[in-house]
Nanobody, 124 residues
Framework: QVQLVESGGGLVQAGGSLRLSCVSS????????MGWFRQARGKEREFVAA????????YYGDSVKGRFTISRANAKNTVYLQMNSLKPEDTASYYC?????????????????WGQGTQVTVSS
């Protein structure tokens, strides 16, 4: 059983930054894509970013392009999401997920394990 544990969420003012981390258990981390999704209250889950096993392929949702950066440290079984220029509309629970294959992208069905989520709240 794979476990994903997110951290780094919190309350920040608009224009500020946060860095989320997600640590994965298991020995296949470097061979599989990792992704970040978010879900605001009353809204559908939204794709944020994804990164392939070795970091060579990266995808972003349109709403975060140019502001968020996904990265990974395979030696630490960790994926990161650096969030800059945060806006109130970025307020949501953020979830990391493990891809079913090397280069999963924006479809949530391409991911098989999910973390419990970390709350990000951006005040105006």
């Amino acid at each position: 059983q794979v476990q994903l544990v997110e951290s780094g969420g919190g309350l920040v003012q608009a224009g500020g930054s946060l860095r989320l981390s997600c640590v994965s258990s298991g020995r296949t981390f470097r061979r599989l894509a990792m992704g970040w999704f978010r879900q605001a209250r009353g809204k559908e889950r939204e794709f944020v970013a994804a990164i392939s096993g070795n970091g060579g392929y990266i995808y972003y949702g349109d709403s975060v392009k140019g502001r968020f950066t996904i990265s990974r440290a395979n030696a630490k079984n960790t994926v990161y999401l650096q969030m800059n220029s945060l806006k109130p509309e970025d307020t949501a629970s953020y979830y990391c997920a493990r891809g079913r294959q090397y280069s999963s992208r924006w479809d949530a069905h391409e991911y098989d394990y999910w973390g419990q989520g970390t709350q990000v709240t951006v005040s105006s």
